[in-house]
């Protein structure tokens, strides 16, 4: 009875205060014209988190918040599956899963699996194509041992026979389903075209992992783990200096040593425009389509961000407009701005569409990336996409943990200095003329390369009507 006497009254004082906020407002002479409203600028400073070096060279980024007793840790290693020898494509990604699932060499895999469910820690593990990661998450009243685990996985992880070879047959039975999903056969089709020749080309084969045995995983991970290769994001309930202190406990026994990395040759910046075809028996089809973009050091990148969101960043861009509002040929259309970190990255455009209107699809698709190189875009289109860019860019402030890790990524793919700091204002130059400028730089739909996965029997026209078609036989992976 006194929680519902509180609420009610509660209640009752928020009703009254807003009607006489409504009264004033509505008396005659005392009214406020919302158009005639100011308001100060709005002011956004980018959280800073700290930066501190251990001495074994390993850097560290830190940012306390003591809402929540949690911690979260991130690694950032200077390795990846562009390093990889080409007989054995698929090395960095086992050596990155079996990190963490084989145990350590002080730990078997299933008792470590059992202290962090029992603790409610995590640490995971992985290996991409320029970067490896190795994460934990903790209640801070666990971080002592869940940060001494995390160490052993990082410094000396067992990579257990057992667990190699199940990683091995993991992989083996993904290759072998690889071409389920049609989807994703067009996305690697089209990365396999695009960097033709390049390690970001390559792919898995059974055969290349097949030939990965637990010694490679060891060699690997002995080669490109060294303190002084790795970069350090910490968020969470602790204090700067305690957090010190543990990293170095745990890592400064670490000998630093420099790496000797393969070389790999940038990719080509241009590449063979062709139409690809999957044939597959599926009642819509996929369409991709690409040509090779920029990386992040282009002066270029603020004035593609915004032409990508006009040509296909949003409900309101081009390419949603005509082919899904207007004709209703796709649920999902858009356009892709790949910036590449450490090689030449990619830009383009995809859909899905049912098989009888493929052809007018793609014809539609190229249209409208050509009309991007015709005529400057409109002012609301230029005001709106730069909006949304900026708007978007403040809202991946608002966690500790996103913050000291994009923080520490752009030192460890090396952004250009003030590049958080300056992005707004870099998107609020953009023109009218540069989006146009860029448009006809980067942007050439007759040159990209098409691929179209698909039921050619349903095709409102043959692909051939677009140019010479290459078809692909889908294998297993073999």
């Given at each position: 009875m006194i929680i519902f006497t509180r609420l009610f009254v509660t209640r009752l004082f928020g009703t009254l205060i807003t009607a006489a906020l409504l009264a004033s407002c509505a008396a005659p002479g005392k009214g406020v014209d919302p158009r005639a409203m100011t308001f100060p600028p709005l002011k956004f400073e980018i959280p800073r988190s700290e930066r501190a070096v251990l001495g074994n060279g390993m850097?560290?980024?830190?940012?306390?918040?003591?809402?929540?007793?949690?911690?979260?840790?991130?690694?950032y290693i200077n390795v990846g599956s562009v390093y990889e020898p080409a007989e054995k494509v698929g090395l960095a990604g086992l050596t990155g899963a079996v990190m963490r699932s084989g145990g350590t060499r002080e730990m078997a895999p299933e008792q470590l699996d059992a202290e962090l469910e029992f603790m409610a820690s995590a640490i995971e593990s992985s290996i991409g194509a320029d970067s490896g990661n190795v994460s934990m998450a903790t209640l801070a009243k666990?971080?002592?041992r869940t940060m001494e685990l995390f160490a052993q996985v990082?410094?000396?992880?067992?990579?257990?026979?057992?667990?190699?070879?199940?990683?091995?047959?993991?992989?083996?039975?993904?290759?072998?389903?690889?071409?389920?999903?049609?989807?994703?056969?067009?996305?690697?089709?089209l990365a396999k075209a695009l960097y033709a020749g390049h390690p970001l080309g390559r792919q898995p084969t059974i055969a290349t992992v097949k030939n990965i045995g637990r010694a490679d995983l060891v060699a690997f991970h002995r080669r490109y783990f060294h303190p002084n290769s790795i970069m350090l994001a910490v968020s969470g309930d602790f204090r700067k200096e305690e957090m010190l202190a543990r990293l170095n406990a745990l890592f400064g026994s670490w000998p630093r040593e420099e790496v000797a990395f393969p070389a790999v040759a940038a990719p080509a910046a241009k590449v063979k425009p062709e139409t690809l075809f999957v044939r597959k028996e599926v009642s819509q089809s996929v369409i991709?389509?690409?040509?090779?973009?920029?990386?992040k050091n282009n002066p270029d990148l603020y004035a593609l961000r915004?032409?990508?969101?006009?040509?296909?960043?949003?409900?309101?861009?081009?390419?949603?407009?005509e082919i899904r509002s207007n004709q209703g040929l796709a649920y999902n259309v858009d356009s892709s701005l790949d910036v590449?970190?450490?090689?030449?990255?990619?830009l383009g455009a995809e859909t899905e569409t049912k098989s009888e209107s493929t052809v007018r699809a793609i014809?539609?698709?190229?249209?409208?990336?050509?009309?991007m190189t015709a005529a400057p875009v409109t002012d609301q289109e230029l005001a709106l996409a730069k909006d949304a860019i900026v708007n978007s860019f403040m809202f991946g402030f608002t966690k500790p943990d996103v913050v000291v890790n994009q923080q520490a990524r752009l030192e460890f793919f090396g952004y250009p200095e003030g590049y958080l700091e300056n992005y707004r204002d870099n998107i609020a130059r953009v023109s009218r003329d540069d989006v146009l400028r860029v448009a006809r730089k980067y942007l050439h739909p007759e040159a990209m390369v098409l691929v179209v996965v698909g039921n050619d029997r349903k095709f409102d026209k043959p692909l051939a009507t677009?140019?010479?078609?290459?078809?692909?036989?889908?294998?297993?992976?073999?």
């Open positions: 850097v560290v980024y830190l940012l306390e918040d003591h809402e929540l007793p949690l911690v979260n840790l991130t690694a666990n971080l002592d990082m410094m000396a992880p067992a990579f257990r026979e057992d667990r190699v070879q199940l990683a091995v047959s993991k992989s083996v039975e993904a290759i072998r389903r690889q071409n389920d999903n049609p989807k994703e056969v067009a996305d690697r089709e991709r389509m690409g040509e090779m973009g920029i990386d915004v032409m990508d969101y006009i040509l296909g960043g949003g409900f309101t861009s081009r390419l949603t407009q590449g970190r450490r090689f030449i990255g990619t014809t539609l698709m190229r249209d409208i990336i050509a009309g677009l140019g010479p078609v290459r078809e692909i036989t889908l294998e297993n992976g073999k």
